[in-house]
Antibody, heavy 120, light 110 residues
Framework: QVQLQESGPGLVKPSQTLSLTCTVSGGSISSDTYHWNWIRQPAGEGLEWIGRIYSSGSTNYHPSLKSRITISLDTSKNQFSLRLNSVTAADTAVYYC????????????WGPGTLVTVSS | QSALTQPRSVSGSPGQSVTISCTGTSSDVGGYNYVSWYQHHPAKAPKLMIYDVTKRPSGVPDRFSGSKSGNTASLTISGLQAEDEADYYCCSYAGSYTWVFGGGTKLTVL
């Protein structure tokens, strides 16, 4: 059974870069069956899909974050990563990674999430 | 791309039914039969409950059902149980390989 686990710094200073990693266990990230996604939830707000990467390396990003975001794969470690540049307090959120089957439009499973706070 | 609109909270007594609405536009909910629903207990991973508007993944009780009319999707939970108390989020495909979620609904079982 596939499991996802987010990891990374819990505190990032304003204007710096947020970097998170999602480690996938129980399945290969290189499989062309799946797409790998990042989703976040600011405190007191709803969920926001922020981007995805396919095994080929192709990506799609939320239009409002497109200029600041990069998602990449590390197949040797069975991980995918999120980098968000020039962060502000508005980027403070719980960040989740999640899997999506190719050709479908739902996310399953998800990681438990990791809180990232942007503060000086 | 705006978030889908959900009621902030709903409540019901054990055994009753509740319905959570999710309103979007013709560019998302109304344009595709790709609405999914997630149950989220605090500090846990969100769990898929409904996909493609009406389908239930294996293991999800048939007390959970989904529907859609126009730009509004709905999740109905019948025979409410204490463990159903959680936050619920809808999600819709929004075209061009992007997805949009709702603001979330807190379900309280009285």
């Amino acid at each position: 059974q596939v499991q996802l686990q987010e990891s990374g710094p819990g505190l990032v200073k304003p204007s710096q870069t947020l970097s998170l990693t999602c480690t996938v266990s129980g399945g290969s990230i290189s499989s062309d069956t799946y797409h790998w996604n990042w989703i976040r939830q600011p405190a007191g707000e709803g969920l926001e899909w922020i981007g995805r990467i396919y095994s080929s390396g192709s990506t799609n990003y939320h239009p409002s974050l497109k200029s600041r975001i990069t998602i990449s794969l590390d197949t040797s470690k069975n991980q995918f990563s999120l980098r968000l540049n020039s962060v502000t307090a508005a980027d403070t959120a719980v960040y989740y990674c999640a899997r999506r089957y190719s050709g479908t439009n739902w996310f399953d499973p998800w990681g438990p999430g990791t809180l990232v706070t942007v503060s000086s | 791309q705006s978030a889908l609109t959900q009621p902030r909270s709903v409540s019901g007594s054990p055994g009753q039914s509740v319905t959570i609405s999710c309103t979007g536009t013709s560019s998302d909910v109304g344009g595709y039969n790709y609405v999914s629903w997630y149950q989220h207990h605090p500090a846990k991973a969100p769990k898929l409950m409904i996909y493609d508007v009406t389908k239930r993944p294996s293991g999800v009780p048939d007390r959970f059902s989904g529907s859609k009319s126009g730009n509004t999707a709905s999740l109905t939970i019948s025979g409410l149980q204490a463990e159903d108390e959680a936050d619920y989020y809808c999600c819709s495909y929004a075209g061009s390989y992007t997805w949009v979620f709702g603001g979330g609904t807190k379900l309280t079982v009285l």
